[in-house]
């Protein structure tokens, strides 16, 4: 049996599904400051974070969905969510997470998260996590 070199060594590729095109493309170019790459219509906006690729679906409608779509990985969460609230990000407040007066949570392992949404609803997130700071 053969062994498969695996994926690990591409970059992920992130998708996730919007029904307002407009509003999705100043949100993700203007408020969280990704560059737009390509628009595709009718199938799809395109975007580069730090040098990953990030593909906004072009949909009819959407399904909700429970959990987070899509995170980031931050240095410093207390800055970036300060600077995202700034731009406008208004970060949720769940019941039952001792979230601070930013919103953000600190779980049991350290890593501390803040969650907003996007135009159409999906959740997003910046994560600080401490195991893998240098």
């Known amino acids: 049996?053969?062994?498969?070199?695996?994926?690990g060594k591409y970059n992920i590729i992130g998708f996730v599904s919007i029904v307002d095109v407009s509003r999705a493309r100043?949100?993700?170019r203007d408020t969280l400051g990704l560059r737009l790459i390509a628009e595709e219509p009718p199938f799809a906006l395109v975007f580069e974070s730090n040098g990953l690729m990030l593909r906004l679906g072009m949909a009819k409608e959407l399904t909700p969905t429970h959990g987070t779509v899509l995170g980031w990985q931050?240095?410093?969460i207390t800055a970036t969510v300060k600077d995202l609230a700034q731009a406008g990000v208004?970060?949720?407040r769940y019941r039952g997470m001792d979230q601070d007066e930013l919103g953000i949570w600190?779980?049991?392992s350290g890593a501390k998260v803040a969650c907003f949404?996007?135009?159409d609803g999906n959740i997003l997130s910046v994560s600080e996590h401490p195991e893998l700071k240098k």
């Open 1 to 7: 049996m053969s062994q498969l070199s695996g994926l």
């Open 26 to 28: 100043g949100f993700y």
């Open 74 to 76: 931050v240095s410093e």
């Open 90 to 92: 208004r970060f949720e």
């Open 106 to 108: 600190t779980s049991p």
């Open 117 to 119: 949404k996007d135009p």
